[in-house]
T-cell receptor, first 111, second 113 residues
Framework: GQNIDQPTEMTATEGAIVQINCTYQ??????LFWYQQHAGEAPTFLSYNVLDGLEEKGRFSSFLSRSKGYSYLLLKELQMKDSASYLC????????????FGPGTRLSVLP | SQTIHQWPATLVQPVGSPLSLECTVE??????LYWYRQAAGRGLQLLFY??????ISSEVPQNLSASRPQDRQFILSSKKLLLSDSGFYLC????????????FGNGTRLTVT
């Protein structure tokens, strides 16, 4: 079966750094994806890891450890506009190459 | 560049009425196409996916159906809507045979009254 876990909610202060964790148990693995979803809008793609290690994209970085079934999204220099839900998704080849999504973490950035 | 169009943006329908949501992708060929639903405050639920014209896989048995009459067109339908069909419906695409991410349309917010 497939299971992806994320914290439900997090709060951080403008200018700070926040780390959003994601753990997964899936039958197969062909990449881990992070999405940002503002309230009432569609998810937008942020980052992607298929190999272990850190991928950096400006203020956002994502880390993957396949042996631990673990990833995190690191957001630096938080801005008010970063208040959104962050979704972790795994592409599972045993699931028809489909994407299994976690429940999402709602991040509130306070002034 | 590739773009995905989904319409309508919002829809209010009475219980028992039919439904048709449409999605088209431009700038790519033979994409994998997906329909997801997101209930208020919940995660994304995969409803249907398609790897080619006329090929539809259903993930959740319910009163919804999907069709892919053309390579880049994906339609979600229902003959009779239920109250529980209310939600945010998202069409998405990805390139076949690669590790490319899912790209979502803007979504349709459906309210069944």
């Amino acid at each position: 079966g497939q299971n992806i876990d994320q914290p439900t909610e997090m709060t951080a202060t403008e200018g700070a750094i926040v780390q959003i964790n994601c753990t997964y148990q899936t039958s197969g693995f062909n990449g881990l994806f992070w999405y940002q979803q503002h309230a009432g809008e569609a998810p937008t793609f942020l980052s992607y890891n298929v190999l272990d290690g850190l991928e950096e994209k400006g203020r956002f970085s994502s880390f993957l450890s396949r042996s631990k079934g673990y990833s995190y999204l690191l957001l630096k220099e938080l801005q008010m506009k970063d208040s959104a839900s962050y979704l972790c998704a795994v592409r599972d080849p045993s699931y028809g190459q489909n994407f299994v999504f976690g429940p999402g973490t709602r991040l509130s950035v306070l002034p | 560049s590739q773009t995905i169009h989904q319409w309508p943006a919002t829809l209010v329908q009475p219980v028992g009425s039919p439904l048709s949501l449409e999605c088209t992708v431009e700038g790519t060929s033979n994409p994998n196409l997906y329909w997801y639903r997101q209930a208020a405050g919940r995660g994304l639920q995969l409803l249907f996916y398609s790897v080619g014209i006329g090929q539809i896989s259903s993930e959740v048995p319910q009163n919804l159906s999907a069709s892919r009459p053309q390579d880049r067109q994906f339609i979600l339908s229902s003959k009779k809507l239920l109250l529980s069909d209310s939600g945010f419906y998202l069409c998405a695409w990805t390139m076949t045979g690669s590790n490319s991410p899912l790209h979502f349309g803007n979504g349709t917010r459906l309210t069944v009254t």
